[in-house]
């Protein structure tokens, strides 16, 4: 099947959800997030959005998201949750979507990177919900381990780095791959009800882990 060209230019000349510090998405693209903590980047990044965030996960997982802990970052009670039943679903949910232009925020939970042919069909009805829907959705894709979904706008890798005491929570998070913007590594930290990003050496060595960052603690 062919797929229409892209026509986006630079991402710089899009407007950009705001996160905190240095971390800005795109609108109207796809992201990808890998890592332990990737659940975790989305849930601060769904605080920063507003209306209902959708949130598709496979029905045959085995973790979901916890209601309690996803109050640190967002009001659970904006939360869509979506099962499909079937691996191909997954996508197909995330593109009508963002198509759609219905929501600020679509994440999908996928079991392993998608190839260049989907990312672009999820590009395509991003824009397309950009310019015809009430909002410039954001699609996020959560993949394992190192990722590597082929054309995305940009990946960021999340890892818990908490520190010692039970109050020092904090992560790290990398931008390995950017349209408009080099790789760089940050140590996040919440920092009055929000978060704040420091930025690190790419080779520096981060806290040691001493909290685990499972799916249903975010």
């Not at 309690?68 to 593109?95: K, N, Q, S, T, Y």
Request: charged share 20%; aromatic share 4%.
């Amino acid at each position: 099947m062919t797929v229409p060209t892209l026509s986006h230019g630079l991402s710089r000349s899009r407007p950009l959800l705001e996160v905190t510090g240095e971390l800005a998405l795109a609108k109207g693209r796809v992201h990808e997030f890998c890592g332990p903590a990737r659940r975790t980047l989305a849930a601060v990044v769904a605080g920063r959005t507003a209306g209902p965030v959708l949130w598709i996960v496979p029905a045959w997982a085995p973790e979901r998201l916890n209601p309690e802990a996803l109050l640190r970052f967002f009001d659970p009670g904006r939360l869509m949750l979506v099962e499909p039943a079937r691996g191909e679903d997954l996508l197909w949910c995330m593109e009508e979507a963002l198509r759609a232009g219905a929501v600020a925020l679509a994440v999908a939970e996928l079991p392993a990177p998608p190839g260049l042919t989907p990312v672009r069909r999820l590009h395509l009805a991003a824009e397309t919900g950009a310019g015809e829907g009430q909002a410039a959705p954001v699609g996020l894709i959560l993949t394992p381990g190192a990722g590597g979904a082929r054309g995305v706008e940009s990946r960021w890798h999340a890892a818990p780095a908490h520190g010692p005491g039970d109050g020092d929570e904090g992560w790290t998070i990398e931008r390995r791959l950017a349209r408009a913007a080099p790789p760089a590594r940050w140590r996040m930290v919440g920092r009055g009800g929000g978060f704040a990003l420091t930025r690190m050496a790419r080779g520096a060595a981060a806290p040691d882990i001493r909290r685990s960052e499972a799916a249903g603690h975010c």
